[in-house]
């Protein structure tokens, strides 16, 4: 009788240890208000143990969707536990209680970034607040779908691409009109009719380029970016000539690129995307993507390029080392060329572009890949250029302006960056060269796919679905 007590006493005890060991949360400490450990030890623990499947700038974090929870204590159970069907290891005999808890509350405090871009106000007049300039919009032209970028004709009037392949002439009345000329484009994915710019003489030559995703002419499957440049007469493209191809083609239907500006020195700088092939292109000076290009006005290899002289580099490149900049901008007081790239997931860029530099995609990132997998645990290597400034989250840069002239007094000398995933415009606050801090304006917009200054002095920008054209009209604070 005593040995059947004993052991159905056994057995008891037995579960119970199991049961313990299965509920965790029965055997966890009292979370304390605060960790007393270090800033520098709990770093030094994230980047030692957890930076190599998270990422090192905690970019795994910020757009997660949280499976087990994300307060501080389900970031203490996940950390000290794990979760082995999911990969997780328990650090329960690595750290102690207070060391889990002050991981937690480094990486929380590490995802409060991606707070500030969820916005609940809407503008509900007309009127846009910032700290130094307020505005109001003021519609150029409506009735669009998916405006890619704006360009200036002499009295103000405005060519707009259409990513479906149209190209408008907006007049002074905010009426368009439907340019004829234009070539095919393939119309999927992130292709379609991308950049307009005009020339630096346009009122002497009428000259103007597109920038666009255009089909292999024996093999439909395949696509490029390509530029064209061609003659405005009449509402007509007159005398067009494609004077680049990026090489090779590919299956792919993103990661274009292709934003084109002026240089001081009157060359064509354009991007080019890498079109989703990081491990062979973009550090390849081989082929032309994942690149900045420059070019003459008609095609042609300016003699001072990094690679002009190369046999075995393209001759155009400029930079590489890029993934997928949609943003070009001169900075008229310097000459200098500025990017804004698309990153993966974290780590979209602020690059100023110099002759012959590697940008370092994918060898450095501050990003993942969007399936969470780490594409680098590097940020930095010899040889490889840092961003002037990054985004965690990824806030999707598209077109890119200085602000110019007296108008926005308050702006004056900062750059523009529009928003495709978070619906606003993005201002750089710049000093001696520097981004030193942002502000968030015109949110809840819409989709900002370009930004630029008017002759004028006025900002303008375009919008998707639905597609406007605005202007932005200071307004007394």
């Not at 440049?229 to 009449?234: D, S, V």
């Not at 000539?241 to 500006?261: D, N, W």
């Amino acid at each position: 009788m005593f040995k059947f007590i004993f052991f159905i006493a056994a057995i008891f005890t037995l579960a119970l240890s199991c049961l313990q060991r299965n509920s965790k949360p029965l055997l966890q400490v009292a979370a304390p208000e605060t960790s007393t450990a270090t800033t520098a030890n709990v770093e030094k623990n994230y980047k030692s143990y957890c930076a190599g499947c998270h990422g090192e700038k905690l970019d795994a974090f910020v757009d997660r969707k949280w499976k087990y929870g994300s307060s501080r204590n389900d970031l203490f159970k996940g950390i000290k536990y794990g979760y082995t069907n999911g990969g997780m290891p328990a650090f329960d005999s690595t750290f102690n209680s207070n060391e889990i808890y002050a991981l937690a509350d480094y990486i929380l405090d590490g995802i409060k970034n991606r707070e500030r871009y969820d916005f609940k106000e809407t503008a509900k007049e007309n009127l846009f607040v910032s700290e130094e300039q307020n505005v109001k919009l003021d519609t150029v032209v409506s009735g669009l779908s998916i405006p890619w970028a704006i360009a200036f004709l002499p009295g103000n009037e405005l060519l707009v691409t259409e990513k479906s392949g149209k190209l408008y002439h907006v007049y002074n009345n905010k009426t368009k009109q439907l340019i004829t000329g234009v070539p095919p484009v393939v119309n999927e994915g992130q292709g379609g009719l991308l950049d307009v710019i005009v020339h630096p003489q346009f009122e002497k030559n009428n000259i103007i380029y597109l920038s666009y995703s255009k089909a292999k002419n024996d093999d439909p499957t395949l696509a490029t970016t390509a530029i064209l440049k061609a003659t405005l007469k009449n509402n007509e493209l007159i005398n067009t000539k494609i004077i680049f191809e990026a090489l090779p083609y590919s299956t792919t239907r993103h990661h274009y690129g292709c934003r084109m500006v002026f240089g001081k020195d009157g060359m064509l700088y354009f991007s080019v995307g890498e079109r989703g092939n990081e491990k062979q292109n973009p550090q390849s000076t081989a082929n032309d993507l994942g690149k900045i290009h420059r070019i003459t006005d008609d095609g042609g290899i300016p003699p001072d390029n990094p690679f002009a002289q190369s046999t075995s580099a393209k001759r155009t490149i400029y930079s590489y080392g890029n993934r997928n900049p949609q943003g070009l901008a001169m900075d008229k007081v310097t000459g200098k060329i500025w990017e804004t790239e698309h990153g993966p997931r974290g780590g979209d860029e602020v690059n100023i572009i110099e002759p012959g530099k590697n940008y370092g995609w994918p060898a450095i990132s501050y990003g993942i890949n969007y399936n969470g997998k780490i594409i680098t645990d590097k940020t930095a290597l010899p040889g490889m250029e840092q961003p002037l400034h990054y985004w965690i989250p990824s806030i999707a840069p598209s077109g890119t302006a200085f602000v110019e002239g007296n108008r926005y007094k308050g702006w004056k000398g900062d750059l523009l960056v529009g928003s495709l995933r978070f619906n606003y415009l993005n201002r750089c606050k710049i000093k001696d060269g520097k981004i030193v801090g942002e502000e968030l304006l015109l949110k809840n917009i819409g989709r900002m796919r370009d930004v630029r200054m008017g002759p004028d002095g006025y900002i303008y920008v375009a919008v998707e679905n639905p597609g406007y054209v605005f202007k932005l009209v200071p307004v007394e604070r």
